[in-house]
């Protein structure tokens, strides 16, 4: 291909042979995540997957959207009422019904007839966001080159500290725990001075003990629509985000998971020409054949996905190379990333 | 509507009456660009606006999308070319061809192999920034109760100082420049004590002297397709962002313009499943009609819009209003927001 475009090269350096004279280019993100060991990969419970299918598009093609809930502590009550609804197959015959550019698609019952299952928990606002016991701890280097701007928090492993810091508008910092996208608010531990078995004096950290914690509305996330608070919404009325990262939405409203799978049948859809991307003319919904736990699927039948670790190495790596492409293509490394442009590599497991 | 949803109720408080004993709800972005003055309107010149005819869909109707071209000192060596390759009709016939999610949709030849028109300029690395000259400033407060994550930087009125700070995670901080988003690299230059005629004691500003700037990739940017470093594209390659702001990209690509009409034409496209998301099969490429600067139109059927002067009163308004949402939807305002969580408004001009 002459004419390779717009990061096209980073796929092309995949295949393309190294001359030996050559240094090796630096990998880009996703050769650093495709070179991971497999026990860097983390199965997700099938007890956690939602499996969404869509009515066939015009073409009898099926469409299946795939969702993995939040693990615990994030938005456990919603969570538990959304199980109930699957289980009570409450979503087959809704439909998506606003699809809003550069914000959500959201689906549910367009009518707001259907009774609820009994038994659905009322969420109190406070679950918005989940109070730190100290347990959770986040680690970054204080005498790092890079200016405050760049502050860069993971959960560690003790072998790779970050090397770089990043802020975030929103929050004091942000974190990945259990492969979820986190905002946080923290306290800063000063580190103690140490010295290494052979003498040298180490790199002094200090600690983030995070204080509050909650998951972000990045592109691809599922959250609960809700009416007027204190109302904070059952979980029956569900959108994803596909646009730009509407944060302003964190903490306001219930984020309960993330589209792992199919994205595309929502994110393609037409737009709304209704206030606020409803579809004004009933025919245009997109029907909602069922939703179920999978499960609730034979077993032959669940998908599987699996996530990198945040907790692991190659995350680290995968992260900094998101905050500073050296990859072929790019002449200036950016310093920093926002959360939502250090998206958690997520796969399917391909049947062998 | 008893099932309100997800920010429904900010279209809705425009319409229902206030009750007299209740205090004015606090007014949503929205409605603060709803009661911005006539004057605070600034008309895009026919002559900055590219019209892109797509092929009509599959139901024959017209996909009409515009875009603003920056505006200068920024990136006007690929806009020389653009506007060479429309008057000279050389899009007429190709196509979008690649429609990533979350990423792009790219415009151009697929073929490769059609001839560019003679006398485009190669335009240089050192284009990506502008450098600034001192006479771009920012102004903030110094002794705002926020803390410093939030720094909000606009291009100030004398009488609108921001109130909020706002860190970038790519830059120092951010500007609007011309309607335009801007990220920045600034000198903080001490402000001096003033006292008003009153006798009054002032507060205190810093300005920021712009020391670099350069047009970010936000949500409907249109950028610039390019081979390997030093080549930077001639503008033949278009595309613009349908996904999270890909900053990374910022200042190792050409950022043009960006879509303000129609960008559901692209962003609502099939995603293509060949590497970075280009179309496999020829026949799913969608059809470019044309692409005409406005000026080439009748004069009736050149598209007409106008931004919300970013140096205006109700600008500052606005964009505090996206960092703080406190109309009545919100229970937590955020306290900051990232530049392209601050969309600079624009609208058509309907004709009277």
Sequence with gaps: MKHLLLTAVAA?????PALAQEPAPIPSPGEIVASAPASDWIAIAPSDLLVMDLAPDAKGKPRRVVIQLMPAPFSQGWIGNIRKLAAAHWWDGTSVNRVQDNYVAQWGDATEKKALPRGLATVAESEYQTVGDGSIKTVWTSNGKQPARTMMVVVPTPKTPPSKKVADPYASSYAFVAGMPLAVL?????????TSAEG???PIWDYAVIDKAWPVHCYGMVGVGRNLSPDTGSGAELYTVIGHAPRHLDRN?????RVIGGI???SSLPRGTGALGFYEDPAERVAIASIRLATELPAAQQPRFEY????????ARYADARQNRRDPFFILPAGG???CNIPVPVRPVVAK
Tied chains: 1, 2.
């Design 200 to 202: 040298e004096r180490l």
């Design 12 to 16: 092309a350096s995949l295949v393309l």
């Design 264 to 266: 595309e049948h929502l």
């Design 308 to 315: 990198l670790s945040t907790e692991s190495e190659t995350f």
């Design 253 to 257: 409203i219930a984020v309960v998971g």
């Design 186 to 194: 923290s306290k800063v531990e000063r580190g103690q001075a140490k």
């Design 337 to 339: 990333a926002d959360i």
